[in-house]
Antibody, heavy 122, light 107 residues
């Protein structure tokens, strides 16, 4: 069974940094399309960043490009999201998600963690 | 960036009724359109991918149709657990994008 567990969320001041982690069981992050999706309080889903399922290419939403960096440590089966220059509108629950195997290079997210809450406030 | 517009924003129905949800894309996404269900306090659940394919374990009352820019999710007969928010998502291009959601509520 595929399981994902996020950690690293918390309260951070505007302009600060935070690193989220996502550990997996039941699969490895390498060679899988995986990514981060966030949800601001009371709002809808927003895709943030992801790895292609067929290469090591990474992709970002315009809203986080240049501020967030996705990475993975295959030896530790861990996915990361390094967030810097945080703003109030980055406040959200951040989900780690893995694609259904059928969805190839891009992603349709069949497996989700329970999320970790990031609050950006002074 | 491909914009996905979902309608209606809220759908008020009774258990046993049929639900029809719409998702329109700002440009063609071919058949690369997925649907998710999100219940309060829970992570989203993948219901449909590539327009009409149900992952293992998704009940047959959920079906998807469409192509290009116009897509539909149909719930043939609403069960109590189906009252939730539904999102569409395209995967033809990066960045991936989600629609704004449709809240299916009990009438």
């Amino acid at each position: 069974e595929v399981q994902l567990l996020e950690s690293g969320g918390g309260l951070v001041q505007p302009g600060g940094s935070l690193r989220l982690s996502c550990t997996s069981s039941g699969f490895t992050f390498s060679n899988n399309a995986v990514g981060w999706v966030r949800q601001a309080p009371g709002k809808g889903l927003e895709w943030v960043s992801g790895f292609s399922g067929t290469s090591n290419n990474t992709y970002y939403a315009e809203s986080v490009k240049g501020r967030f960096t996705i990475s993975r440590d295959n030896a530790k089966d861990t996915l990361y999201l390094q967030m810097s220059s945080l703003r109030a509108d980055d406040t959200a629950k951040y989900y780690c998600a893995r694609s259904h195997g059928h969805c190839g290079a891009t992603s349709c997210f069949a497996h989700w963690g329970q999320g970790t809450l990031v609050t950006v406030s002074s | 960036e491909i914009l996905l517009t979902q309608s209606p924003a809220t759908l008020s129905l009774s258990p046993g009724e049929r639900a029809t949800l719409s998702c329109k894309a700002s440009q063609s996404v071919s058949n690369y359109l997925a649907w998710y269900q999100q219940r309060p306090g829970q992570a989203p659940r993948l219901l449909i991918f590539d327009t009409s394919i149900r992952p293992t374990g998704i009940p047959a009352r959920f079906s998807g149709s469409g192509s290009g820019t116009d897509f539909t999710l149909t719930i043939s007969s609403l069960e109590p657990e189906d009252f939730a928010v539904y999102y569409c998502q395209q995967r033809i291009n990066w960045p991936l994008t989600f629609g704004g959601g449709t809240n299916v509520e009990i009438k």
